[in-house]
């Protein structure tokens, strides 16, 4: 379950290249076009933010903690400068700690009453995105640290408040509630995203079907569909291939490179 690990490698919509979260520069790139978000460039967290990206982009990391820490004390209220401490930290507990402030962070930056308003929105809305990042990375380090029922919950509450899911957080509950044996619940997620037709969807259909009865015409029968929406996966599963130690950046509906991933996931 190495997608669940806290620092494994990020899910292929959040980052790209070396340094992590790309998309960080993007929306700070957009936010200089909408400066109404986080309440301007001029405003703390948007100082706040600067500071962060200036962080990301330091291989030392003395200097991007040094930074991350100026950014908290330019404004408390900024997430990103809490996750980032969370993914240098030296230890599990440190990581959840320092996530569970980036979460509480990013609710303050949102405010209760848009928070409220943009449940099912989330996302969606640049403000949002520091929040669902350190929700993410909070519930990633609660699976290691073995708070299981805690991290399960977190993902389920994310896809109450994102349920067009950009983040791939169902994949990763999904995996979660299979290592947990929650078979039903496992059932009633794949059917709240009935056309998802990718590997990691049509496989864990497949393995749930096996788990509920065995080598059963049901089990065959999504074995069958999930091997029409992509045939690689089985040489990687069973070993006739190897998964390579580096998995693809960016992946294709049906080709090897989606097998890869999802089979180096498991």
């Known amino acids: 379950m190495a997608k669940k690990k806290r620092n494994a490698k990020r899910p292929k ?16 790139a957009m936010q200089h076009f909408a400066e109404q978000l986080f309440g301007g460039e001029g405003s703390p967290l948007g100082r706040a933010l600067e500071l962060v990206h200036e962080a990301y982009e330091q291989r030392d990391p003395r200097r991007r903690e040094a930074l991350a820490r100026k950014a908290i004390e330019v404004c408390a209220d900024c997430a990103d400068a809490y996750s980032l401490l969370a993914e240098d930290a030296r230890s599990v507990q440190e990581a959840v700690k320092q996530y569970e ?35 993410y990375g909070l519930a990633q380090a609660l ?10 919950a977190h993902y389920a509450d994310m896809l109450r408040l994102n349920p067009n899911d950009n983040q791939g957080i169902r994949y990763v ?20 995203y009935p056309q998802d037709d ?14 509920k009865g065995g080598d059963s015409p049901a089990a065959r029968d999504a074995l069958a569909v999930a091997a029409e929406t992509n045939a690689h996966v089985p040489e990687y599963l069973t070993g006739n291939r190897a998964v390579p130690e580096d998995t693809p950046e960016y992946v294709e509906h049906g080709a090897e490179d989606e097998a890869i991933n999802y089979v180096a996931s498991q």
């Open 101 to 135: 402030e980036a979460v509480a962070a990013g609710r303050r930056a949102i405010g209760e009453k848009t928070f409220r308003q943009l449940v099912g929105q989330f996302w969606g809305h640049l403000e949002t995105r520091p929040y669902m990042r350190a929700r």
């Open 143 to 152: 699976w290691e640290a073995g708070r299981h029922e805690d991290a399960v």
């Open 173 to 192: 509950l999904s995996d979660c509630l299979l290592a947990l044996e929650r078979h039903e619940e496992v059932e009633r997620l794949l059917d709240e």
């Open 198 to 211: 990718s590997a990691g969807w049509t496989y864990t259909r497949a393995l749930l079907e096996f788990r």
């Open 13 to 28: 919509g959040e980052s790209g290249g070396e340094l992590p979260f790309d998309r960080r520069a993007m929306e700070q």
